[in-house]
């Protein structure tokens, strides 16, 4: 039993450590941030909690049924990881040769803001949750994590489940908090630091997208 507990924790910690650089909870804040800024407290938060229950989702039925899922339309990781790394490509560029003004933005009505709130409903899933919060990485990931201990038997399976759905659970956690407290970074940095801060994340956001399609690339062609 102490072995048993001993290897939960040793393979939380794994997981939790592998999730945090490709989920990114912190950086992908600042992505979605342009995104959340015209919902009031109350439509933010269920706004996050859509995000955050849609990414747990994402992480479980990849956990479970991932790679059969894979198996299932011909499909492996660099595939994967090409579409998503292309997809994130495309969301920084939008983002580097948008052209809004915020200022009409942050001056229109309740009138002009209710059809706001029902087209953040239908970015919350794309773009928001997948690929940005959980993307290409992150599957990546979690069938590398499924596989460790695949062959063991069915309680020390269970036990490895666990151990990285709960670490799912800890990911999940960090982007409700970071996601729900953009406001206060907006506040802080200011609208004309934001418009700079955006500008550097969309940057930052091609580049990673660029590397992950490069990746898938380079894996499909090893």
């Not at 804040?29 to 109350?42: G, I, N, R, T, W």
């Not at 990849?62 to 790679?67: D, M």
Request: with cysteine; net charge neutral; glycine share 8%.
């Amino acid at each position: 039993m102490a072995s048993e507990v001993h290897n939960f924790i040793h393979l939380l910690f794994i997981g939790v450590v592998a999730l945090f650089p490709v989920v990114n909870p912190i950086g992908t804040a600042f992505v979605v941030m342009p995104y959340l800024s015209q919902l009031d407290k109350a439509g933010k938060k269920q706004a996050v909690g859509k995000i955050t229950l849609y990414a747990f989702c994402i992480c479980t039925v990849t956990l479970i049924a991932g790679e059969w899922v894979l198996k299932l339309f011909g499909l492996s990781i660099p595939v994967v990881q090409l579409a998503g790394g292309i997809m994130i490509c495309k969301m920084g560029w939008g983002f580097l040769t948008s052209d809004k003004d915020d200022s009409a933005d942050s001056s229109s009505d309740g009138d002009v803001a209710a059809p706001k709130h029902k087209n953040i409903d239908n970015l919350l899933f794309y773009p928001l949750t997948f690929p940005l919060t959980t993307g290409a990485g992150t599957i990546s990931v979690l069938l590398t994590l499924s596989a460790h201990g695949a062959d063991a038997d069915l309680r020390q399976l269970a036990f490895n489940m666990a151990a990285i759905l709960l670490a799912i659970v800890v990911m999940c956690v960090l982007v409700y908090v970071f996601y729900l407290n953009t406001q206060r970074i907006e506040r802080y940095l200011g609208s004309q630091g934001e418009k700079i801060f955006n500008r550097l994340i969309a940057f930052f956001i091609f580049c990673i997208g660029l590397q992950i399609a490069v990746a898938g690339l380079k894996a499909l062609f090893a």
